[in-house]
């Protein structure tokens, strides 16, 4: 509203200073201003639309009143009202001679229509006449009307004058028709693919503000593809290395930074072009350097510049003397009192973390207080920096403070992603199975039905595979600690659906395994559990079903079963459920509870949730079934191809005529009745052998309509629909259902790595980090319980190894398992097989992943980790493809002789920007190229470094709270 206010008022004193306004606009604009209630300016403002309908309706106004009712329509526009009934008026002014008016039109139209609007035909026609036109302003106008207006299907109508004006002689002209062409990119790229070669030489232009617009284009292009413009790292290095030294005009210094966007955005091509490739990295170091010593930090745009820095040297090859230097001035944002820089320290911590873990050891306390800040955009971002820097040996200290935190906040969206962060960190980091069941448990219950149901589901698998490890003691240790801490648990009021379901599941599957509770007490909290929670139909499932379980775990263990009274009210409620899911779970119950012990062994064998399921895909045990019902006269079944052909609606013109053949009046005679004939059977129909098939994903991409059974006559042709519609293009209406192939998505999830993997030594922090910290600040006494947390935070021995998961011991498992089943006389598929299979080509599976195994197929041939891995040892494996096609002059042009007319003073001296032309050097550069290629560390020296210490097995230790740890070693 302030805003609004201050247009108006410099409106209304552009209308005293002779811009032509009447009083009425001025008289306008003072009553909104004056304005106490938005009732009372949307009164005014009505008004106001009124007399203008009325006034712009009027024969012959002259243009100086339309022009002044146009600025009018734009103020009620501005204020959220529509003003629609005038936007015809504004295209017409487009097309006026005169230049004030024309570009009032356009201002209007611009801001008037969008580029989907009805209108924009209208003005086609004059953009093209006015991107002729002699005068650049009115240029100008229609180029910036382009850059708003102009749609896909108009694109190829304005393309070519656009393309020309990149050679006009007005360097303002120049600047919007590459702008112009930009925005054609990001509409439609085919449209301007053939003209990337114009962006490369406007890189050359006389003038640093087509330059400067170049960068734009550019830099959406190179992330598309950056090898393609790897030729160009020594040109851009060269126009950044002279802004940096102040040689472009002066018209350009923003806070006396010279040209601080065009630094930032060149940084920003920079950091894309030297990712990973050491040859041009190295032609960077020295103007990066530079920045970091000239950038001034005094002021905002000087910070930015210098964190646009840090990002660059975080992505290109790692140079010593550059981390130091980000390491410097990334100590002066967290030893700033504003807020906004120690915002920025911590997030280029978090990049440099990464490439030189080391770094962190000398924030540690101001990483702490960060985190105790009351600013909570900063907590935030240390949350951040904290899941960068986690590892086995300090996750239960951070994943426990990131539960505190997301039991004190309210906004669900964020809670949701700090329990994910929670659960993500607790499955690769965990010291142990019951920690992490612990902290799952903490989490659901606190974050509630806000986890996402993968999660419970993969806590029920980790519980039932346990460790994984042969070692059925500890199963059987864990198996017991979880039954004993949900029935703690369960008689909490108001706990989360997803959670209830874990409970009844971990208690009805392993509630009697160590004999400690007895069946009636668990049936009990069951009973209580779905009446406490009646409303949830889920819940109770879950509870019948593990009510089930225990039941029939009595009776197979041969004892005597005595159904509670509330047990038996709650079976008999149920099985008048409106819930047929329910019902069935009821009469189920009350089924097993009726057998005698070894049927129901072999119903429900105990622990057997991860054992393997055998299908019968043929359904052979019927075979017997279907050959004596063949010979009583019973009709042979419809192959499936035929079948789905019969009842497919596609053969139907709509659902309307499906309805109309199956319920009107037919006149043909009955038929009559043929004495029955033994059928023969067609030898496909009978298998001698039964093929087992492993269990997949039900597909429902097919949808089937069944159709009522009409009247068999004689002649079936007389009866059948005689309208054939295959081939023919449904024009509206849902897509036919004429394919009969069903498509079965498979997905494979991928667990996603927190970082990058680094390899950690055991050192001491230099005993003058604490002095370091703030020298500004007097010396303080720092609180133990600071130093304990710093010490756990950024101490112990380096394990970034993740802790191998059940679930790969439990493919172990199912191999030898099926390599047992494998000697009995029938095949048996294993579901299993196809992970132990994958095992060989894919990282550990997620814990939390509920994707069940599936096989993705692949055209790509499988790489052995291990080859790729002899690949980083020997760096002259390692080859680089640098694409040639380099666009530029046969003689580069001084970029200083270019601006030799500005009037500011520069200095004679000037780099040159080098656009190589010679294929010859850029095969001798792609010859360089290859020799250095990998990024960070020698990944040889790790890897060795990291054996040595998993052979030592340090542990961590946290006897002094006085003594800073490493942060990641």
């Known amino acids: 509203m302030e805003q609004l ?5 410099e409106l209304a004193m552009g209308s005293q200073g002779g811009f032509g306004q009447s009083k009425e606009f001025l008289d306008l604009v003072k009553s909104i201003g004056e304005a106490r ?35 009018r329509l734009v103020y009620v526009e501005m204020l959220g009202h529509d003003a629609s009934f005038g936007y015809i008026h504004a295209v017409k002014m487009t097309h006026d001679d005169s230049l004030l008016l024309k570009r009032t039109g356009y201002l209007a139209v611009t801001l008037f229509l969008n580029e989907d609007h009805d209108l924009i035909i209208l003005i086609v026609n004059t953009i093209q006449k006015d991107l002729r036109s002699d005068n650049y302003l009115v240029v100008c106008a229609a180029l910036n009307a382009v850059c708003r207006l102009i749609n896909e299907e ?77 030729d160009l790292v020594v040109s851009f290095v060269s126009i950044l290395k002279q802004v940096a030294e102040h040689r472009l005009p002066k018209g350009y210094d923003y806070h006396l930074m010279p040209a601080p966007f065009i630094q930032i955005r060149l940084l920003k091509i920079l950091a894309l072009l030297g990712s990973g490739d050491k040859l041009a990295s190295e032609k960077m170091y020295t103007v990066v350097g530079d920045i970091f010593r000239k950038c001034d930090s005094a002021s905002n745009i000087g910070n930015a510049i210098l964190y646009e820095c840090i990002c660059c040297v975080s992505s290109i090859y790692p140079n010593p003397k550059l981390l130091e230097a980000a390491a410097e001035v990334i100590s002066r944002f967290l030893k700033s009192d504003s807020h906004n820089l120690k915002y920025l320290g911590i997030d280029a911590l978090g990049r440099l973390i990464k490439i030189s873990p080391e770094i962190a050891e000398q924030h540690q306390l101001a990483v702490i207080d960060c985190l105790e800040d009351p600013d909570d955009t900063l907590k935030r971002k240390t949350f951040e920096l904290l899941y960068k820097m ?17 039991i004190s906040i309210n906004d669900n969206h964020y809670k949701t992603y700090i329990a994910s962060r929670c659960v993500e960190l607790a499955e690769q980091f965990a010291p142990s199975n019951h920690w992490f069941i612990q902290t799952m448990n903490k989490v659901f219950e606190h974050a509630g039905d806000l986890v996402n149901i993968k999660v419970a589901h993969n806590l029920m698998r980790l519980i039932a595979e346990g460790f994984g490890e042969d070692d059925d003691a500890a199963d059987s240790q864990l198996r017991s600690s979880a039954v004993e801490s949900y029935l703690h648990i369960v008689g909490e009021p108001k706990l989360p659906s997803v959670f209830l379901q874990v409970i009844c599941w971990v208690l009805g599957e392993y509630g009697t395994a160590d004999g400690k509770y007895s069946a009636s007490y668990l049936t009990g909290k069951l009973c209580d559990v779905a009446e406490a929670y009646s409303n949830d139909e889920t819940v109770k499932a879950y509870a019948v079903t593990a009510l089930m379980k225990i039941y029939a775990f009595e009776i197979a263990a041969g004892r005597k079963v005595d159904m509670l009274d509330e047990c038996q009210s709650l079976v008999e409620e149920l099985s008048a459920s409106h819930s047929t899911d329910l019902q069935q779970r009821a009469y189920e119950l009350q089924a097993v509870i009726s057998l005698d012990a070894h049927a129901v062994e072999c119903i429900m064998p105990s622990d057997a949730s991860c054992e393997d399921i055998e299908i019968d895909g043929n359904l052979s045990f019927l075979n017997s079934y279907v050959q004596q019902a063949l010979e009583n006269g019973a009709q042979p079944y419809i192959p499936e191809s035929e079948r789905s052909g019969m009842l497919n609606i596609s053969n139907f013109r709509s659902h309307d005529q499906l309805e109309a053949s199956m319920h009107g009046l037919r006149f043909e005679a009955y038929e009559l009745p043929k004495p029955p004939v033994p059928s023969r059977i067609p030898p496909p129909l009978l298998a001698p052998s039964a093929e087992l098939v492993p269990v997949s994903e039900p597909s429902y991409s097919r949808e089937t309509h069944q159709v009522a059974t009409m009247p068999s006559v004689s002649d079936a042709g007389s009866l059948e629909l005689k309208l054939r519609l295959d081939g023919v293009q449904r024009k509206w209406g849902k897509p036919t259902y004429s394919s009969p192939a069903s498509s079965t998505s498979t997905s494979t999830t991928q667990n996603t790595v927190n970082g990058v993997t680094q390899v950690d030594g055991a050192g001491n922090v230099n005993s003058k980090a604490r002095n370091t910290y703030d020298p500004r600040r007097p010396q303080v006494e720092i609180s133990p319980e600071k130093q304990k947390l710093a010490a756990s935070l950024f101490g112990g021995t380096s394990q970034t190894e993740k802790r191998p998961t059940s679930a790969s011991h439990k493919v172990a498992k199912a191999s030898s398992h099926a390599a047992e089943k494998s000697q009995a006389p029938k095949a048996v598929v294993v579901s299993n097989e196809v992970t132990v299979e994958k095992a060989n080509h894919q990282p550990p599976p997620d814990l939390l992943d509920l994707g069940e195994p599936t096989v993705t197929t692949s055209s790509a041939p499988s790489v052995d980790p291990f080859k790729q891995l002899e690949g980083l040892l020997d760096p002259t494996q390692v080859t680089s493809t640098v694409n040639h096609g380099a666009v530029g002059a046969t003689e580069t042009p001084d970029i200083i002789s270019l601006y030799a007319n500005t009037p500011a003073s520069v200095q004679s001296s000037s780099a040159e920007i080098s656009l190589p032309n010679n294929k010859d050097d850029i095969n001798v550069t792609s010859t360089l190229a290859t020799q250095f290629t990998t990024k960070g560390p020698n990944p040889k020296d790790a890897i060795e470094k990291d054996a040595l210490v998993r052979q030592m097995g340090v542990t961590p230790s946290s006897q002094n709270p006085n003594l800073f740890r490493d942060l990641l070693g």
Do not use: W
């Open 390 to 406: 986690t590892k086995s040996s300090n996750v239960e200290v951070i994943v426990n403070r990131m539960i505190d935190y997301m």
């Open 5 to 9: 206010k201050t247009i108006g008022r």
């Open 154 to 230: 108009t694109i190829p109508a304005v393309l070519p004058q656009v393309v020309e004006l990149l050679g006009h002689t007005k360097e303002g002209v120049r600047k919007k028709a590459i702008m112009a062409l930009h925005r054609f990119y990001h509409k439609s790229p085919s449209s301007v693919s053939h003209l990337v070669s114009n962006f490369r030489k406007r890189l050359c232009d006389n003038d640093p503000g087509v330059m400067g617009a170049t960068l734009c284009p550019l830099f959406d292009l190179i992330s598309v593809d950056v090898t393609s413009y790897k």
């Open 37 to 71: 209630s938005k009732a009372e300016e949307d009164r005014i403002v009505l008004h106001e639309i009124e007399t203008l309908k009325r006034r712009i309706a009027e024969p012959d106004i002259p243009k100086r009143k339309m022009k002044e009712y146009i600025i």
